[in-house]
């Protein structure tokens, strides 16, 4: 038999925290001395701890835990809790690693102020292009909203094309607006360069359309977009000095996509007019 102390730190758990177990009846001692109220475990409670605190990191409360343990829960129901609490773990994490790329972002680019060569941006005229995309849309220009929309919106466009028999010819071009009904959201559209007819390409939900030319400031980006932050700075900079204003949302130019996102080259068109 082990005292609570010696019980506690065999179990990587606090006294408190046995306490407070034997007082709601998830784990009783097997021994609670009549005359002093010491609590005594035996070695085999340790497995019924452990997966105590197995399900208690998984996020279940400790009524759930009690049920599951108590074999109130069946196979299934626990499988299917646990498939549950698992995508719920795995989005956690995605949406902390998008944090923290963010995050990783804007130090870059607090880092790089001053340092990015503004003669690397260069006006030139955009002429007409046809592109075949799909649109949806984000709650905000912010990178965390545009990312979850403008990648399965690409995932789903090069299938469709495929099956349609359209062959792009060219690179793939994302661009951007403001959404009609305001309020921050952002209308996305994930194209790619096409010379099929302008209209709907039939069963596949996708539109050819063709966009006029333009006046733009441009940037090439070297690395994954997480990373643009930098130059679309260095690229407001230089818009900034040089007296031209910024008429909308700067165009992304796919140059280079392979399998390394590292290793991606992105050219930002900015629409432009001299302020």
């Known amino acids: 038999m082990f005292t609570i102390g010696d019980f506690a730190r065999y179990g990587r758990v606090s006294r408190r925290m046995l306490r407070h177990y034997d007082a709601i009846g998830l784990l009783r ?163 790619v360069t096409v010379s099929a007819p302008v209209g709907p390409v039939a069963g596949t939900g996708v539109r050819v359309v063709e966009l006029p030319p333009f006046e733009a400031a441009t940037i090439v980006h070297r690395g994954a977009m997480d990373d643009v932050l930098p130059a679309a700075q260095t690229l407001a900079r230089w818009l900034d000095a040089n007296g031209y204003r910024s008429t909308g949302y700067a165009r992304e130019v796919n140059l280079e996509c392979p399998a390394d996102r590292s290793r991606w080259v992105t050219e930002l068109q900015e629409p432009v007019a001299k302020a």
């Open 29 to 191: 001692p097997d021994r609670t001395d009549p005359a002093t109220g010491y609590r005594f475990y035996g070695a085999a409670q340790l497995a019924r701890l452990n997966r105590i605190i197995a399900l208690k990191d998984l996020g279940f409360t400790l009524q759930q835990v009690r049920d599951v343990l108590d074999e109130r829960v069946g196979p299934e129901e626990l499988r299917g809790m646990l498939r549950l609490r698992r995508s719920e773990l795995a989005e956690a994490v995605a949406a902390a690693t998008a944090r923290l790329a963010q995050v990783e972002a804007r130090l870059r680019s607090i880092e790089s102020e001053g340092h990015m060569p503004a003669d690397d941006v260069v006006i030139k005229t955009v002429p007409v292009v046809r592109v075949a995309e799909l649109t949806g849309t984000a709650a905000s220009y912010e990178p965390q909203d545009i990312g979850p929309v403008i990648g399965p919106l690409y995932e789903e466009l090069f299938p469709l094309l495929e099956s349609a028999g359209v062959r792009p010819t060219g690179p793939g071009i994302a661009r951007y607006e403001d959404a009609p009904e305001g309020g921050g959201a952002i209308v996305v559209h994930a194209g």
